[in-house]
């Protein structure tokens, strides 16, 4: 019930292509949907969150759209560039409850 | 500037011994973690800290010990119990319950020879 499953584990996307990672969710409790993106050698740092009140989120390129009732959240990364080249990993939570609980990452490369 | 300063960035250590990776922060968070990230895994929660003095397991505890005297300092000892340590390990802290933004250092990467 405390996992959260992430797909791809990789992922290839040309230069200003569309970017898609998924995450599905256990615990129909969870309350706090955030994406980190994380570049080689570094700490993972939040990219974009959302609350399962709304079902779509922009910031820039990025868009985390939410499916409550398929317990499901994505994110798109528009125009991909070479520069957003990292590791992202979704993740949930329970509003003061002190864990985050992460999926297993996907990979992403921006070919030029 | 603000944030979370680990070290060492890389420490290689013989099979047998304990070595305690230091994590600082200048945030005034409460919260602090520790994850270790291993390839394909995602992050998994060691131990965590919500007060001075208090700490809890995560879950891959075992072979780790951890201890929170200092608001800004949550060290992490890797024990020579921890059967396979070679990780990276990151430390986070949190400032408020709601936002639940973790703001995670840089990393220290530990590879046991």
């Known amino acids: 019930q405390q996992q959260v499953k992430q797909s791809p584990q990789s992922l290839i996307v040309q230069k200003g292509g569309i970017s898609i990672i998924n995450c599905a969710y256990e615990?129909?409790?969870?309350?706090?949907f955030p994406w980190y993106q994380q570049f080689p050698g570094k700490g993972p740092a939040l990219l974009i969150a959302?609350?399962?009140?709304?079902s779509e989120k922009k910031e820039g390129r990025f868009t985390i759209s939410f499916n409550k009732s398929a317990k499901q959240f994505s994110l798109h990364i528009m125009d991909s560039q070479p520069g957003d080249s990292a590791t992202y990993f979704c993740?949930?939570?329970?509003?003061?409850?002190?864990?985050?609980?992460f999926g297993t990452g996907t990979r992403l490369l921006v070919s030029p | 500037d603000g944030g979370i300063t680990q070290s060492p960035k890389y420490l290689f250590r013989k099979e047998g011994q304990n070595v305690t990776l230091s994590c600082e922060q200048n945030l005034n968070h409460d919260a602090m973690y520790w994850y270790r990230q291993d390839p394909g895994q995602g992050l998994r929660l060691i131990y965590y800290?919500?007060?001075?003095?208090?700490?809890q397991k995560g879950d891959i505890a075992e072979g780790y010990s951890v201890s929170r005297e200092k608001k800004e300092s949550f060290p992490l000892t890797v024990t020579s119990a921890q059967k396979n340590p070679t990780a990276f390990y990151l430390c986070?802290?949190?400032?408020?319950?709601?936002?639940?933004?973790?703001?995670f250092g840089e990393g220290s990467r530990l590879t046991v020879l």
């Open positions: 800290s919500q007060i001075v003095n208090d700490f």
């Open positions: 993740a949930a939570s329970l509003t003061g409850f002190q864990k985050l609980v």
């Open positions: 986070a802290s949190k400032g408020t319950p709601r936002t639940g933004e973790l703001f």
């Open positions: 959302i609350r399962p009140d709304v």
């Open positions: 615990n129909t409790a969870f309350d706090y």
